[in-house]
């Protein structure tokens, strides 16, 4: 899906951090299909007599619409977000954000000019207070509420085209569980039709981009809540590793001692609930995840399919991959040959870069062999491993 996950990444690294602005998510902002909001700092609309932005009509991809999804004016995220805004903040400089009140990623001060390093670290090299503020801040994002955003719980069509606004209130931890659901689910078709082969965020040249905003943004969240500006997501090398090094009580749950799908009672994240795991229920009912609680995280690492994924990636199979030339070749796709992008994703062979869907490897690998919350693609990140597997892939 080249072209809608492309499109759909130039939009979030463009116009917006996160799905749906609070401040837009109004009837009057709706029918106006305006989103514009201003500035705490100055009042104006993007902070435009501050020079920070201006509010503008969006910029949409003219790019042909690839062959992967042949329809047209069926689905809220083609030409994003164009369904429900076809006017928001253009910011300038190094400003970013919904109403430019914000500075780009990598950048601080009044008037976001100051460069700002931050160091991703493994997660084993952390000290035991630094893991245990990890965790700490995983959990109290779970129960704090966004304050900036707030989730669709439907359709524009089923929002009477604006007249009837349908958002909920969210977590900060779920957010990031909604948008990669959001941006992964099925394309709903109307009556029970459905379409599955279409994704937002995956399986396209913009697998990798879209990721790397994506934890960017789930970062700055958790710097907004904490209030430490320093705060990044440590990874988890998982290179050569026998088995699940993370999941034990001291790091991310270890397994239950009489449920193997289930984390240990003595894990903080033995209490989570999930959101966003029914797809089927979504389509049948032709709705969208509402974030209403779904159960506990499911995992049970290495008891998964070894047909498909015999064991956790190696590191001469990262090497190779590494050594690819083309970030992207061929179709673009899941079927694309020497593609580091490809390769990366999983759906081709890590030690000769043809493309092998039957087969899981590098970052596919790690969902597969979770076997459980991870697996399913619409549903991951309500595992907390997702941010560590992901950090590394980044």
């Known amino acids: 899906m080249l072209f809608f996950a492309m499109g759909f990444l130039l939009v979030i690294l463009q116009q917006a951090t996160g799905q749906f602005p609070r401040a837009c998510a109004n009837t009057q902002s709706l029918l106006k299909k305006e989103c514009c909001p201003p500035w705490d700092g100055d009042g104006s609309p993007c902070g435009e007599l501050s020079s920070r932005g201006s509010c503008q009509n969006i910029l949409l991809s003219q790019a042909p619409l690839g062959p992967q999804f042949p329809f047209s004016g069926v689905d809220d995220r083609e030409d994003w977000p164009s369904v429900f805004y076809n006017r928001t903040c253009k910011c300038e400089g190094n400003f970013m954000g919904f109403n430019c009140g914000e500075c780009k990623f990598g950048f601080s001060g009044l008037n976001c000019t100051e460069r700002q390093l931050r160091t991703r670290r493994n997660i084993f090299q952390l000290t035991t207070s630094e893991k245990d503020k990890f965790l700490a801040y995983l959990n109290l994002a779970k129960n704090t509420p966004v304050e900036d955003y707030v989730i669709a719980t439907g359709t524009y069509t089923q929002m009477n085209n604006g007249s009837n606004p349908m958002f909920s209130n969210i977590n900060v931890y779920d957010l990031f569980v909604w948008m990669h659901y959001y941006a992964s689910r099925d ?58 090094v993370v999941c034990t009580d001291e790091y991310m749950g ?68 590494l050594s690819l030339t083309q970030y992207e070749s061929g179709s673009m796709d899941k079927m694309a040959n020497y593609s580091f992008r490809n390769t990366l994703e999983g759906f081709a062979d890590p030690r000769t870069a043809i493309a092998n869907i039957s087969q899981s490897g590098l970052h596919n690998a790690l969902h597969i062999y979770m076997n459980g919350s991870m697996s399913q693609v619409q549903g991951s990140a309500n595992d907390p491993i997702f941010v560590l597997h992901h950090a590394f892939v980044d």
Request: with cysteine; charged share 20%; aromatic share 12%.
């Open 187 to 244: 394309a709903l078709l109307g009556g029970t039709n459905v379409w599955r082969d279409v994704d937002f965020a995956h399986e396209a040249p913009g697998f990798l981009p879209w990721h790397r905003v994506f934890l960017l943004m789930w970062e700055r969240e958790i710097q907004k809540i904490t209030g430490d500006e320093n705060f990044t997501i440590p990874y988890w090398d998982w290179r050569d590793a026998e088995d699940c």
């Open 254 to 321: 270890g397994r239950h001692p009489t449920n193997p799908n289930l984390l240990s009672p003595a894990s903080l994240f033995s209490s989570w609930q999930v959101i966003c795991t029914r797809s089927e229920e979504y389509n049948s009912q032709q709705a969208l995840c509402n974030a209403t609680s779904e159960g506990p995280i499911l995992r049970n690492p290495g008891n998964n399919d070894k047909s498909r994924t015999p064991r956790l990636p190696s590191s001469a199979e990262v090497e190779f991959c």
